[in-house]
């Protein structure tokens, strides 16, 4: 059995493929050891178990708690159609913006790594500012060496931006062409606010 | 959940600290499942194409079903070990509200922070590997030593830079939204009357929706971090594959290794 087949969870591309890119990186220079191809198996069983058990305990155990608070007065009975109207148009605007802003970032990843270089070090001045002006000296002194070590760190990773940049887009273009991904991630959000609140 | 916790606390801790765990371990197992699903797809992208560039790709159910089966012990073993450290930590903040020991306290979360920020980061390189792979989550952290071993600025100053620019473009988006809370709020100044708040509409309303912008553009670029995450670890080990798959950005990605890295480039 080939070892170095690559394995995307189950799906194994056993074509070697010897390219300009393995010749200019080099095997051993860039790449540490592949990943193996694993049998589908379930793994770390006992973790799974151990989660289902608790859930089904916080299942029994959350809905007794919860009257029993109810029994102590509480709830409010606001109206909230209007923060309703509220929250969604302002869902809608960014979850519109943010799938706008994958377009731009893979249009503008170079130009947008060395910002956030100088967006970081401009945070960290911000925020250095502001506890000194709060008279909070520890908090100050902390954002003034955070604040020259974006300085330093700015200088010494220009040279790496390119790549940073070129990584990004690949992962952008990746999540482009698989923008449901975005939806399911939006349903976990629900799931865990939900719970959450619970 | 937390109201709960807080009322439990003074009477029984060790109940506390259950409710605790369990608050944190849901949230990890939640987190991480969404990372182990993006590397899945991926990864797909990255070997074969084809089957995962579309809205709604198969490969988008495959990862979600395999995250959620095969991998699922896995995710829940990395999230139980980070929760423990949260519910440690939550503990210990409460106990900072008694006045002994102050220092002691303020140690120990210190070091509970280190170690939680230290688990979390190796964990995210770590879901690459289950959902990529399949692998189970001591095995992973073997690659994950690996990885660092040869590549270890490499990945963090990438992985670094990158997270950078999400940050920035997740807070941009929350002053974007921020402005349209402003806008909603102006237009219809009892919007927030039923909440008795002391600032004016606009402001609440402005830091509201500054709010929801951030945090739903973190979950989208949430997405994109685990992406990144994946696309580093795909690249370290199957370069190739990527060529043959994606040459444009292949081309892009070799010109700014050898931009970036001229030295190493110029010794092969």
């Known amino acids: 059995?080939?070892?170095?087949?690559?394995?995307?969870?189950?799906?194994a591309n056993d074509q070697q493929y010897t390219s300009a890119a393995t010749e200019e990186y080099g095997e051993d220079s860039f790449n540490g050891q592949k990943g193996n191809p694993q049998p589908k198996k379930f793994n770390d069983v006992f973790f799974a178990i151990l989660f289902y058990i608790h859930l089904t305990a916080m299942a029994i155990a959350l809905p007794m708690a919860i009257n029993a608070q109810d029994q102590n007065g509480g709830g409010n009975s606001g109206t909230f159609g209007s923060i309703i109207y509220f929250v969604s148009v302002c869902s809608i605007f960014s979850v519109g913006l943010s799938t706008v802003s994958l377009g731009f970032m893979i249009k503008f990843s170079r130009q947008l790594v060395q910002i956030a270089l100088y967006f970081y070090i401009g945070f960290s001045f911000l925020l250095m500012v502001i506890m000194f002006m709060a008279a909070s000296m520890l908090m100050g002194g902390l954002f003034a060496l955070s604040f020259a070590f974006s300085i330093c760190y700015a200088r010494a990773v220009q040279s790496r931006i390119p790549f940073a940049a070129a990584n990004l887009t690949a992962a952008l273009t990746a999540v482009k062409a698989n923008v449901g991904l975005t939806m399911v991630a939006y349903v976990f959000m629900f799931v865990g606010f939900g719970y959450s609140i619970a | 959940m937390t109201t709960i916790s807080n009322a439990v606390l003074n009477t029984y801790p060790g109940m506390a600290f259950f409710l605790f765990l369990s608050f944190y371990w849901t949230h990890q197992v939640l987190k991480n499942t969404m990372h182990v699903t993006t590397a899945g797809v991926v990864g797909t992208w990255w070997f074969a194409p084809d089957e995962a560039s579309s809205l709604c790709?198969?490969?988008?159910?495959?990862?979600?079903?395999?995250?959620?089966?095969?991998?699922?012990?896995?995710?829940?073993f990395g999230s139980l070990i980070v929760a423990l450290i949260q519910a440690l930590r939550q503990l210990n903040r409460h106990l900072r509200e008694n006045r002994d020991a102050q220092l002691i306290v303020c140690l120990i979360d210190c070091v509970l922070g280190c170690i939680e920020g230290l688990i979390e980061y190796f964990n995210k390189w770590a879901y690459v590997y289950v959902g990529l792979y399949g692998y189970s989550y001591l095995d992973a952290g073997r690659n994950v030593i690996q990885l660092f071993q040869n590549k270890g600025w490499t990945t963090l100053i990438t992985d670094d830079l990158a997270g950078m620019v999400l940050f920035m473009i997740s807070i941009m988006i929350g002053l974007f939204t921020g402005l349209i809370g402003f806008i909603v709020a102006s237009l219809d100044a009892n919007i927030f009357a039923d909440f008795n708040f002391d600032a004016s509409p606009e402001g609440v309303g402005f830091g509201f929706g500054f709010l929801i912008g951030v945090v739903l553009a973190s979950i989208m670029l949430g997405v994109v971090e685990s992406a990144v995450s994946t696309c580093i670890v795909c690249f370290a080990e199957s370069p190739a594959e990527f060529e043959q798959n994606h040459p444009s950005l292949s081309l892009e990605m070799r010109e700014a290794w050898r931009s970036s890295w001229p030295t190493e480039c110029g010794n092969m």
């Open chain 2, 57 to 76: 790709s198969r490969s988008i159910g495959d990862s979600f079903v395999r995250a959620t089966t095969y991998s699922f012990g896995s995710i829940c």
């Open chain 1, 1 to 11: 059995m080939n070892t170095n087949i690559p394995i995307v969870q189950g799906y």
